[in-house]
């Protein structure tokens, strides 16, 4: 069983930046891949970045390449989203997700995991 605590959220102007942490319990995490999806009011959970299980390889939806960055410290069981340059769109809650299948090449989709946290609001203002 994974738990995970997202924080790191709040409001922030156009142009300015956010770092969203991911705190997992559970000694199975190192072995996940993990992603961040999040979800726009009336709007369904998209998918935003994704980590495999090493580090090695990430992925990102083309709405945020070049603005947000994934990364993982292993020793301290957590997940990072830097997000640089936000725009008023990427205004949503935001969610990190465990897959416990293959490691080594996360889901682009929610029914690809297995373990969601709570959430965290980001608001961007114009």
């Known amino acids: 069983q994974v738990q995970l605590v997202e924080s790191g959220g709040g409001l922030v102007q156009a142009g300015g930046s956010l770092r969203l942490s991911c705190a997992a319990s559970g000694h199975t995490f190192s072995s996940y891949a993990m992603g961040w999806f999040r979800q726009a009011p009336g709007k369904e959970r998209e998918f935003v970045t994704a980590i495999n299980w090493s580090g090695s390889s990430t992925y990102y939806a083309d709405s945020v390449k070049g603005r947000f960055t994934i990364s993982r410290d292993k020793s301290k069981n957590t997940v990072y989203l830097q997000m640089n340059n936000l725009k008023p769109e990427d205004t949503a809650v935001y969610y990190c997700?465990?897959?416990?299948?293959?490691?080594?090449?996360?889901?682009?989709?929610?029914?690809?995991?297995?373990?969601w946290g709570q959430g965290t609001q980001v608001t961007v203002s114009s």
């Open positions: 997700a465990a897959d416990r299948g293959s490691g080594w090449n996360p889901s682009s989709t929610p029914s690809g995991y297995n373990y």
